[in-house]
């Protein structure tokens, strides 16, 4: 079967044939997989960009960690059953597990990252990291459900958004998914902005959100200490900073981009306004279904981040296409 994988810790990714994989224990699932969405983190490891070294020991290994499909074989419990795979496989074995249970693991293995993903048409993957997706979801609906659960933890590590004036910088998938989950929070207002984000920024309006603003077209600039809390969602370091400046009195800037090198803030704006600065990641199991839930509640909405489909052969040419931002949600079809 094709597969699209890492083989080597270098820029790059091949396509190629690869045996199909079977279960080797009796608690996996073996997955025809349906969709698969192309990720930031995917291009991170394509383009061989710092932060991924720990890959290396797994290589060769099929990429893909968000996706969505029929379970094919394996525990009866699972079995023609459509699921979605939380990618996070723990040890079950180290302190974190033993005392906070999965949300607790310090030794995680990531399906598509160290062991073999949704970039194939085949996936053998723990039985336990399969979410059941309701009757009438499909499966390119399901395969969102990765990006939205970090959205949705951000929103939640925001503390609340009730009531509160709500910037999102970066109008990507994880950034368009926070404006959904901030509304669906209750945000009085929200603002997405971006750089030179044409597209990203029309698939905001089209979803609804009506204020974007894109600091390379002379739209009107965003208002200092305008805005209670703000999501980083750009990965550009010097964002940071920025943000911090539009940041209301009392204010949570809440970071979730992954960013290649240290940011600055004003410690002293940050004491003296009182300002939090927060992280988010990943989502704890629990928000899987939370997550599910919400697609299910506006699966036309939660579609328009899906801007182009493509087959698997053709999966480079997705890469391309996230790469040049033209792109929301890359989804492959395997
Ligand atoms: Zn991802
Ligand atoms: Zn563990």
């Known amino acids: 079967m094709l597969a699209i994988r890492k083989v080597a810790p270098e820029p790059g990714l091949v396509c190629h044939d690869v045996e199909a994989p079977g279960i080797d224990r009796n608690d996996e699932v073996l997955i025809r997989v349906e969709a698969a969405g192309i990720c930031g983190t995917d291009l991170h490891i394509a383009d061989w960009t710092a932060g991924y070294e720990a890959m290396a020991s797994a290589m060769p290994v099929t990429l893909g960690h968000e996706f969505a499909g029929t379970v094919e074989r394996g525990s009866p419990e699972w079995l023609r059953r459509r699921v979605v795979v939380r990618p996070s496989v723990t040890c079950g074995r180290c302190e974190g597990c033993r005392q906070c249970g999965e949300d607790g693991c310090t030794a995680r293995t990531g399906i598509g990252i160290r062991r073999d993903g949704g970039f194939a048409r085949l996936a053998s993957v723990p039985a336990r990291n399969c979410v059941a997706v309701p009757e009438g979801l499909d499966a390119e609906l399901a395969a969102l459900t990765e990006p939205m ?186």
């Open 149 to 334: 659960t970090v959205a949705a933890q951000a929103v939640a590590r925001a503390g609340t958004v009730e009531g509160k004036r709500v910037l999102v910088l970066g109008p990507g998938p994880i950034g368009l998914g926070v404006a959904l989950f901030a509304e669906r929070g209750g945000a009085a207002a929200l603002t997405i902005a971006g750089r030179d984000d044409a597209a990203r920024l029309a698939c905001a309006r089209a979803l609804g959100f009506a204020d974007t603003r894109d600091a390379l077209a002379g739209d009107e600039p965003l208002a200092p200490a305008g805005f209670d809390v703000i999501f980083e969602a750009t990965g550009v370091p010097e964002v940071a900073s920025t943000a911090q400046r539009l940041l209301a009195s009392g204010g949570t800037l809440v970071i979730c981009g992954i960013h290649a090198k240290p940011a600055s803030f004003d410690l002293t704006a940050m004491v003296r306004l009182e300002q939090s600065v927060v992280g988010s990641y990943r989502a704890p199991v629990a928000r899987w279904s939370e997550v599910v839930a919400a697609i299910t509640d506006e699966p036309e909405r939660f579609r328009k981040l899906i801007s182009h489909r493509l087959p698997l052969s053709k999966a480079l040419e997705g890469f391309a296409l996230m790469r040049s931002r033209t792109a929301i949600k890359v989804m492959l079809q395997p």
